[in-house]
Every structure is written in C-alpha cells, then in structure tokens.
Nanobody
Framework: QVQPGESGGRFVQARGSLSVPCVAS????????MVWIPQPPVKEREFVAA????????YYADSAKGRFTISRDNAKNTVYLQMKSLKPEDTAVYYC???????????????????WGQGTQVTVSS
C-alpha cells in the first residue's frame, strides 16, 4: 500500500509560479512511478508529468513541457511539481497518484493508477 499526500495548493496570480509537494507513505519502493494528474473544473482529468522513483526518468505531456517540472527527493519520499508562467486554465485540483502498470506512464494516461491522494487546489487568477 502507498498513500500519497498532496499539499501546497493556493491562489496564484497569472504568470506566477508555484511548487506543490506530494509526500508518499508506505511501500513506495514497490511502485515504479508517481504521477501528477490535474482535474480542472468541468473538464477531464489530464496527465501532466510522472517520475520514476529509482531512476528519476521523467515523462511529460506536451502541454506541460517548458512550464512544469517534476522532481523527487527519495530520502523524503516526496515528489514535487514545479509550475511557472501559470495560466487561468491551469486551475485544477492536482492529484498525486502512483502504481498501475508501466504502460500507463509511457502512454501518459490520465487514469489507471492504484493509489491517489486527496488532491490540492491550485487556482490561477487572471
């Protein structure tokens, strides 16, 4: 079992930056990757970025490249999503998830993961 816990979401002005952490407890060594999945209001979930615990290999949605950076601190069991040049359309509840099959990350799927947290709200005002 792995329990992700997101925090750090808040109101941000457009063009601002924000870093949100996800602390994962439990058997993190048993899963390959952690992934960030934002759920915008009245829209589908979307894959943003994922990172391998062991190698640090990263996967990004095309829309996230250049603005979002995922990183991890294995000693703290923490994965970070750094966001810059934020736009109002980045407003979403950001979920940290893990587990599921390797193919999910390669295919950059927005669902199919075994573990998820309660989410953290990021609101970008114009």
């Amino acid at each position: 079992q792995v329990q992700p816990g997101e925090s750090g979401g808040r109101f941000v002005q457009a063009r601002g930056s924000l870093s949100v952490p996800c602390v994962a407890s439990g058997r993190t060594f048993s899963i390959y990757c952690m992934v960030w999945i934002p759920q915008p209001p009245v829209k589908e979930r979307e894959f943003v970025a994922a990172i391998s615990w062991s190698s640090g290999l990263t996967y990004y949605a095309d829309s996230a490249k250049g603005r979002f950076t995922i990183s991890r601190d294995n000693a703290k069991n923490t994965v970070y999503l750094q966001m810059k040049s934020l736009k109002p359309e980045d407003t979403a509840v950001y979920y940290c998830e893990g587990g599921g099959g390797y193919s999910n990350y390669v295919a950059k799927r927005p669902s199919g993961y075994d573990y998820w947290g309660q989410g953290t709200q990021v609101t970008v005002s114009s």
